[in-house]
């Protein structure tokens, strides 16, 4: 079955401490997205990659970190510089082009505490 | 800038139909996209509308209007399961972006 794995499913981490949040892909897609969504806001995307070793900021990229080493795999860092890091943490993956919609992961909440 | 609107709340009664508005305003478009999003879970991909007009699927449509800046959904002989909420996400010009509104939460009642 093809698809897009997030884990864990739920995360909790003490103020200051780094934490990655892994995002696996076995779609064969080459563009792949990190979005953050909050409470009454809608998704609000962190970086976006399009190819291998290649990544762009998105909308709210100060205190995350990403990698793209592989095609399959998108890890996002959630560094102690970012200031509210408690949120629900989606993993996109799409085909290149304007008509491809983007398949999502099951999600990971993070809780800073 | 980015401006996409859509109600916050809705509740409609199982077997009827609702109509989820959403208004748009981006610095280009490349096509408007529904999502449905049960609490906690992913977004799961609902339609997408590049050109003007309706597009039907099963007993969910999607209509677009370009010269509006207007999309609604369709929801046709609503389940108690279509309970959820419904993104509006628009894609802009350059790269892959997808702009999303806050989505709409329908309640389905008995």
């Known amino acids: 079955d093809g698809g897009i794995t997030q884990s864990p499913k739920y995360l909790f981490r003490k103020e200051g401490q780094n934490v990655t949040l892994s995002c696996e892909q076995n779609l064969n897609h080459d563009a792949m997205y990190w979005y953050r969504q909050d409470p009454g806001q809608g998704l609000r995307l962190i970086y976006y990659s399009q190819i291998v070793n290649d990544f762009q900021k998105g909308d709210i990229a100060e205190g995350y970190s990403v990698s793209r080493e592989k095609k399959e795999s998108f890890p996002l860092t959630v560094t102690s510089a970012q200031k509210n890091p408690t949120a629900f943490y989606l993993c996109?993956?799409?085909?290149?082009?304007?008509?491809?919609?983007?398949?999502f992961g099951p999600g990971t909440r993070l809780t800073v505490t | 800038g980015q401006n996409i609107d859509q109600p916050t709340e809705m509740t409609a009664t199982e077997g009827a139909i609702v109509q989820i508005n959403c208004t748009y305003q981006?610095?280009?478009?490349?096509?408007l996209f529904w999502y449905q999003q049960h609490a906690g879970e992913a977004p799961t991909f609902l339609s997408y509308?590049?050109?003007?007009g309706l597009e039907e699927k099963g007993r969910f449509s999607s209509f677009l209007s370009r010269s509006k800046g207007y999309s609604y959904l369709l929801l046709k002989e609503l389940q108690m399961k279509d309970s959820a909420s419904y993104l509006c996400?628009?894609?802009?010009?350059?790269?892959?972006?997808?702009?999303f509104g806050t989505g709409t939460r329908l309640t389905v009642i008995p």
């Open positions: 509308n590049v050109l003007d």
């Open positions: 996109a993956s799409s085909i290149l082009g304007n008509t491809y919609e983007q398949y």
């Open positions: 996400a628009v894609k802009g010009t350059g790269a892959n972006n997808l702009f």
């Open positions: 981006t610095s280009g478009f490349n096509g």
